[in-house]
């Protein structure tokens, strides 16, 4: 029997299909229920509820992405800054929640230096957009006719 390449390479995307669907029912699987597994003693723990600075964190984390769904121009200059902003926002919320809640005084030390520095970001960053924002009034108006 001749074996193609298209044939062959069939067979193996069939091959890698069929144990990729077998594989979910191989994996171990802990979803917080107890199966009787039948080991004595084997129990599942159920997860610790959330510290506040993780709740924190996520909330900080959730806010950052969400804000960082911009509108893109076009203008990489000016989506760059629109897109870091709420990064950066994200970044001086995460060490603030550091701040609030660490012990660490090397934690603290460096959740204090990127609060600065990335606020100085943020703000060079806001100028970036006034300016572009500036210049595409300047390039509308430039083309309309005198009245």
């Known amino acids: 029997m ?11 995307a069939l091959a890698l299909l069929a144990l990729a669907g077998a594989a979910p029912a191989a994996e ?11 080991t004595p003693g084997h129990t599942h723990a159920a997860k610790p509820a959330a510290s506040p600075s993780t709740r924190a964190f996520q909330e900080a984390a959730m806010r950052m992405h969400g804000d ?9 200059d000016r ?6 902003i709420p990064h950066h926002a994200g ?3 995460m060490a603030k929640v550091a ?7 090397e934690v603290r030390a460096l959740a204090e230096s990127i609060v600065k ?3 100085t970001e943020i703000a060079q960053m806001q100028a970036i957009l006034k300016r572009k ?5 300047g390039s509308d108006t430039k083309g309309a006719p005198a009245r």
């Open 99 to 105: 701040l609030q809640y660490s012990k660490d005084p």
């Open 133 to 137: 924002e500036a210049e595409a009034k």
């Open 91 to 93: 970044a001086v919320a």
């Open 117 to 119: 520095a990335q606020e």
């Open 79 to 84: 989506d760059f800054a629109a897109g870091m």
């Open 28 to 38: 171990h699987h802990h979803d917080g229920h107890d199966h009787d597994h039948g």
């Open 68 to 76: 960082m769904e911009i509108r893109y121009s076009g203008d990489v």
């Open 2 to 12: 001749k074996t193609t390449t298209t044939g062959t390479s069939l067979l193996a």
